[in-house]
């Protein structure tokens, strides 16, 4: 139907060049006006309206007859809307100069040319440079998200210094979004733009980046905004008629009128993580303006997938260091006091920013160590206690949503945590488990489970290794029967005790025990009988003496205890509790009970000795005294005191 109707009026333009006749230009205006009216309303789409429209203007630019000098210019609005909605226009160049002439006016036709030439080049010059936007523009979105040497870098970095340079990573993600955001502008010309991206942290759509005429908000919220829908439903939203606020679009600082929006979702696997929008004081988005916008929105997914890989290969590297390292570290000779320390600090570098417990013991008693520290405590009922007994691995997303329950122990300090990982480990002679919380909820993911799972198994382990390193060294320093320490460490222990002494100004106490008539017990009783008895003195000496006093079994039936800072009174007092408790508890063979009772000598550094070998010497005649005098007694060196 066009191609009769472009026939049609080409004739009649064609007729008039050779047989003229004029109208009144006022009509002639009138019709070139509204023609031109519709060149720049939405209702112009296609190349053969265009052609139509043209035709028509030149039509009426021959009517006017002696005007076509004036209404030649009309053309130029003409040629520029064609240029906006990209339509050819070079069939109708040769139109303007058909019209001049009957009336040829060489001022106006050099006037027109130039006017006409200024408006090709310009448009000839933006097209190129629209070209050249969306060839770089389709070379990004075509290009494959693979590792880049700047992850390489940051791995390396990780593995050979233990840190990440988050603020390197966050850069490069802001240049590629300042870029997209230079394209946007460039190619769509919009009044405004904003990049709004899904925040764990505050588990919201924040303002990343934006830029327009009116100031942007930097507090920027997309609550009740239309925006909103794009993202719930997962489309794009062309609002070509929305005549509303830009305070309403949740970006603007000011309450300013906007004609239309547009936004588009910006997904990653089916997964709306932001949303880029896009709008104009004044004029509509098409089509085109949608494609392009999609092509944007595939371009930011891109950058925020490869940033987010970034991460992630950042943080499995650090999760492989701290496990290396942690590994190595079990390798040696360690033991509990050294070994926990390292579990905490590994699992806080994997676990960036978590709050990290390390949970050890035998039930229903544990120790909790980290970020919160109790001793000897109970955990039953705790979300501790249900995994270590059921020897199950706990990811808990929100703990908010559940019934409040004791995390480790009642009465624990507030954690006021969301997220939880626990896995227990188990080895022969301990229970416990490794605990990691977050305040935000969601935090953690089944390969957090995996890794702290990894963290639990070398925490058994080495805790197993420490504690059988700890019984190994037990077994060189201390006596297997008594459970006291050996006559050699005594003397490391007395040695190392005089310097202090001496290095301080201060006092210190030695007391030298002797069962008495323990030979009758051997020979009367039997050598297993005796070996009861040594063992009840041992044990009533260790449980009756301060943590900072070293007992020992000096050799046969002899004991020693060293006591820092004690002068030879309180000594004297230590050694008198010790024999009336012997004396009290006895020993029971058969029906029958045995009473025991020790003798003891008191010797005090520097008043009785200033070396070693002189302070045994001392505590030694003193003990022959109080044997030589009757027994079941205690005498100091210097003096006697008491019995």
Request: aromatic fraction near 10%; charged fraction near 25%; proline fraction near 3%.
């Amino acid at each position: 139907m066009r191609k009769f109707i472009i026939a049609g009026l080409s004739f009649v333009y064609v007729f008039l060049l050779f047989f003229p006749e004029e109208i009144s230009p006022y009509y002639a205006l009138t019709g070139i006006l509204i023609l031109l009216i519709l060149t720049f309303s939405p209702l112009l789409k296609r190349e053969s309206d265009a052609i139509i429209i043209g035709i028509l203007i030149s039509i009426f630019t021959l009517l006017t007859g002696y005007y076509s000098s004036i209404t030649i210019f009309l053309f130029i609005p003409f040629f520029l809307s064609l240029m906006l909605k990209e339509i050819g226009y070079l069939y109708f160049l040769p139109l303007p100069y058909l019209s001049t002439l009957r009336n040829f006016d060489l001022y106006n036709v050099l006037l027109f040319s130039l006017t006409t030439l200024i408006f090709v080049v310009g448009f000839i010059k933006t097209n190129r440079e629209k070209n050249k936007l969306e060839k770089e523009l389709n070379e990004i979105e075509s290009s494959p998200v693979l590792p880049t040497n700047m992850d390489e870098e940051l791995v390396k970095n990780v593995l050979q210094k233990g840190k990440i340079d988050h603020r390197f990573i966050i850069d490069k993600f802001y240049e590629s979004l300042y870029s997209t955001l230079k394209m946007i502008y460039s190619l769509i010309k919009p009044s405004g733009i904003a990049i709004f991206l899904y925040d764990r942290k505050v588990q919201n759509y924040v303002l990343i980046t934006g830029k327009g005429i009116p100031k942007i908000n930097k507090d920027a919220s997309l609550k009740n905004s239309p925006v909103e829908i794009s993202i719930k439903d997962k489309k794009v939203i062309i609002d070509n008629a929305y005549f509303d606020t830009g305070k309403r679009l949740g970006y603007y600082q000011e309450d300013i009128k906007i004609q239309s929006f547009i936004s588009v979702p910006i997904e990653i696997e089916d997964k709306v993580e932001g949303v880029v929008v896009a709008d104009k004081i004044q004029g509509e988005f098409d089509e085109k303006d949608e494609e392009l916008m999609r092509q944007f929105s595939s371009e930011i997914s891109s950058s925020l997938s490869l940033f987010r890989y970034s991460e992630v290969s950042t943080q499995e590297a650090m999760s492989f260091r701290g496990l290396h390292l942690l590994a190595r570290m079990l390798g040696g000779e360690i033991e509990t006091d050294e070994i926990v320390p390292e579990i905490i600090k590994t699992t806080k570098f994997i676990f960036e920013g978590s709050f990290v417990a390390l949970i050890s013991g035998k039930s229903p008693y544990y120790n909790v160590y980290g970020d919160i520290e109790a001793q000897e405590i109970l955990i039953e009922s705790s979300i501790c206690e249900t995994a270590i007994k059921n020897q199950i691995i706990l990811l808990k997303e929100d703990l908010s949503k559940e019934k409040r329950r004791n995390i480790i122990f009642k009465g624990e300090p507030k954690l006021n945590a969301c997220s939880l990982i626990f896995c227990p480990f188990i080895n022969s002679h301990l229970t416990g488990g490794i605990l990691i919380l977050n305040r935000l909820p969601k935090k953690y993911t089944e390969r957090d489970k995996e890794i702290v799972s990894f963290i639990a198994d070398l925490s058994g382990t080495g805790l197993e290794k420490a504690w059988m390193y700890s019984r190994e060294k037990e077994k060189a320093i201390k006596d297997g029967l008594t459970g006291l320490y050996n006559h050699r460490f005594f003397q490391e222990s007395l040695s190392n005790a005089i310097e202090t002494a001496k290095r301080n100004g201060a006092l210190l106490g030695l007391i030298m025990f002797d069962i008495d008539h323990f030979k009758m017990f051997n020979d009367r009783y039997g050598h297993q009988i005796g070996d009861m008895v040594l063992e009840k003195v041992g044990n009533i000496i260790q449980n009756n003496i301060r943590k900072s006093d070293i007992p020992a079994r000096y050799g046969g039936e002899e004991f020693a205890i060293i006591l820092p800072d004690t002068g030879l009174e309180n000594s004297y007092t230590v050694g008198d509790k010790m024999r009336k408790i012997v004396e009290e508890k006895g020993i029971k063979i058969g029906d029958k009970e045995i009473n025991i009772t020790i003798s003891g000598g008191v010797a005090t550094f520097p008043k009785d000795a200033v070396s070693k070998d002189e302070l045994v010497k001392a505590a030694d005649d003193a003990l022959y005294r109080a044997k030589s005098t009757g027994r079941n007694k205690i005498v100091a060196s210097s003096k006697r005191i008491g019995k």
